[in-house]
C-alpha cells in the first residue's frame, strides 16, 4: 500500500515532540507504560484484580489506608491504574480519571465546574450528548451556556462574561469536521483565568497532545480508538498540571468506577494504538481523496486534505489525522439512498467508530446546531474506515455510488 504524506509528517512530529533523545517515542511508550511484571509473577499484562473491599493486615495499616496505592474496589485497583498510567503517558497528563463511558467523561467534567449562574462556552458542533447534557442537565441546574461558532478563534473573548467557567472544545468537530484554532482559544482562556477541556476523541490522543498545549482537560470515548475493537464503553478524562487530584476526588464523590475487564480491555487495545492510527490514517486519507474525484460527491470535510479550509490549522497543532470524516453527496431521496446503504458489504451501519470495521451513516448536522448554519447542498455522511484493505472499501463505496444512480 502507499504511504501518505502524511506519514512523513506524523514520523517528523513525533520525533520532534521528544523532550529529550532518552525520551522514548510514543509507539514505545505505549507498549510500556503501565506494566509492571515483577509484581504480578512476570505476566506481561497486568491482571484483571475484580475487587470491592480490600484487606488491611494491621489496625495501624487500616488506619493508613488513605494514603494506600488501593484501598476500596470503586477508588481503583491495579488493573484501573495501569490504564490511568498508560493514558497519562500518551496524553502527557498529570494523571488521568476513567469513567464507563464517553459521554459520562464529558458530563463529569462540565459538572466538576458547574454552579449555580456559572456560564460555559460550547461548540455549536459539539458531540450531540454534550450538547443535550447542557441543555437537560445542567440548564435546570442554572448554569448558562453559549454556544459558539467554531471557527471564532480568538474572538471567543467577545463572548466572555464574569461568569464564564469553563470553554469546551472539540477538534475537529462531531460530524463536520471543522478545525477550531485551539491555540488562539487557549490563550483567550489562560488569559481570563477560564478553565478549558478539549474532546480529543478524534486524535485517538496519538495525533493531538492538546494538554501540551496548555488545555486543562482533555477528554476522550476511549470506546473508540483506545479501545479499538468495537466491544467496550469507556471513557477518560486528562488533567493538565495541578488539576488531577481534584478531579479525581470529585469523580469519587459522583461514585464514577470501571469495570476490571474493560479496563484490562481497553489497555489491550492501547498496545497497539499507534499502528492502528497510522493504517486508519492512511487509508482514510486515500479513500478521501476517492472521493473527492466522485462526480456524487459535493465536498469532503476532512482536515487532513490540502484542500480542506482547516488544513493549515490541522497542520500547526496535529501530527496526523485518523479514520473518521465527512462528505456531502448530492441530494438524494431515501429510498435511493437505502439502495446505496444496503447494499454495502464492508460498511457497517451503526453509531461509535473508532474500532477495526469500517462503518458509513447519513449524519444530519444541521439539527444539532442553535448559533450557526449548516445547509451544503446535498446528504450528508460520515464513514469511519477502519483496517480493511483500502482497495476493497474503494470497491465497495464504488458500486454503492453506482446504485443511487
Ligand atoms: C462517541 C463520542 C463520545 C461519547 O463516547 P461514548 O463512549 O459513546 O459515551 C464523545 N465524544 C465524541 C467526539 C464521540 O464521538
Redesign the pocket.
Known sequence: MPTSPHTELTDARIAADKKATSDPHVQTTLCHAGRNPEKHSGAVNVPVFHASTILFPTLEKLDGKASAPVRYGRRGTPTSQALEDTVSALERAEGTVLTP??????TVTLLAHARPGAHFLIPDNA?G??RHTCNEVLKPMGVTFTFYDPLIGAGIADLLRDETALIWI?APG?QTFEMPDIRAIVDVARANGIRTAL?N??SGGYYLQPISMGVDYS??????YLCGHSDV???TIACGPGLHEGMKNYAARLGVCVGPDDAYMVLRGMRTLAVRMRQHQDAALQIATWLADRPEVLRVMHPGLATDPGHTLWRRDFSGSSG?FGFVIRPVDRARLARMMDGLRFFGMG????GFESLLIPTDPAKLRSATEWNPGGQTMRVQVGLEEPADLIADLEEGLARLA
Not at 463511558?101 to 464529558?106: D, H, P, Q, V, Y
Not at 453509531?351 to 473508532?354: E, L, V
Open positions: 463511558s464517553g459521554a459520562m467523561a464529558i458531540y450528548p454534550c472539540e462531531s474532546d476523541t478524534w477528554i476522550q470515548a476511549g470506546t473508540k464503553m469507556s471513557g473518521l453509531a461509535s467508530w473508532g
